[in-house]
């Protein structure tokens, strides 16, 4: 399959989303930190490469979402990653979420197919020896109501795609995130919600999905997002991979 599927975009559509936002709601507690994350959605081969690459060069870590139903194969984002690539940077320390077998729309699919898509990722996950981790992302950023309160205990955290900075009282159960896309002249965008951060404690998360000079729609460049690293680096973030954050923001809670 080529053609990139595209989620509910009607007016019904959005009114789910909303409501659905306001339901089944895990706030966070104070954030009195800078925090940063680097998560990947899909796992194109490129970002496990590149992706990865730009982070470990810097000794950093980041979070990238697997479907492993889609391991080997080729889409919109170019060639995804193998079952090796995976168990290759889990190896060099990045936390592997789950983002369903199958990249499915988990705004139109009942919450039992949901969970069957989640059992399956992980059991894949584990039979590779890599262990679960706690941090899901809704494949499309989408979810219907019934589909996040069955995943809410499920894992730690739940991440989307609408963009913004997560702060006191942020839902953990669908957590702000902001999308990396396009080439260098693109760093602006990035650079704003630096300014945002710097202004105000929080957790930064951004989104990337192919990592390559030719990039799709979707995609970003390596010298956007090596760009947006070193930047984030000067400016003495706190940057570590979803799960390990969220144990900071909890850990600093309790104090
Ligand atoms: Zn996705």
């Known amino acids: 399959m080529n053609a990139p599927y595209i989620p509910d975009l009607s007016l019904k559509g959005k009114i789910r989303r909303r409501l659905t936002r306001l339901s089944s709601r895990k706030p966070l507690p104070a954030i009195d930190q800078k925090y940063v994350s680097f998560t990947f959605d899909d796992f194109p081969k490129s970002s496990a490469i590149n992706g990865a690459k730009n982070l470990k060069d810097k000794g950093l870590r980041g979070t990238f979402y697997a479907c492993t139903g889609q391991f080997g194969q080729s ?14 940077i889990f190896a060099a320390g990045h936390e592997i979420g789950c983002h369903t077998q199958n990249h499915i729309d988990c705004a139109v699919s009942s919450p039992a197919v949901v969970q069957m898509e989640i059992q399956r990722n992980q059991a894949n996950l584990s039979a590779l020896g890599i ?3 706690d941090a899901f992302a809704f ?3 989408d979810v219907s109501f019934a589909g ?3 995943l809410s205990d499920k894992f730690a955290t ?4 609408q963009p913004g900075i ?11 995130a902001v999308p990396i896309e396009g080439d260098i002249d693109n760093l602006q965008y990035a650079k704003n919600f630096f300014e945002q ?3 105000k404690n929080g957790w930064l998360i951004f989104y990337a999905h ?13 010298a956007l997002l090596q760009a947006i690293i070193e930047e984030a680096i000067a400016r003495n973030y706190i940057i570590a991979p979803v799960t390990s954050i969220y144990s900071q923001i909890q850990e600093q809670q309790a104090k």
């Open 139 to 141: 494949p499309y950023g």
């Open 166 to 176: 997560n702060h006191k009282g942020s839902d953990a159960n669908q957590l702000l």
């Open 148 to 150: 996040k309160r069955a």
């Open 210 to 222: 192919d990592v390559r000079t030719k990039f799709s729609k979707w995609g970003c460049s390596p």
């Open 197 to 199: 951060l710097d202004a």
């Open 75 to 88: 889409n919109h984002f170019g060639e995804l990653c193998s079952s090796d690539d995976v168990k290759r």
């Open 158 to 161: 739940l991440r989307g795609v």
């Open 131 to 133: 262990s679960n981790s």
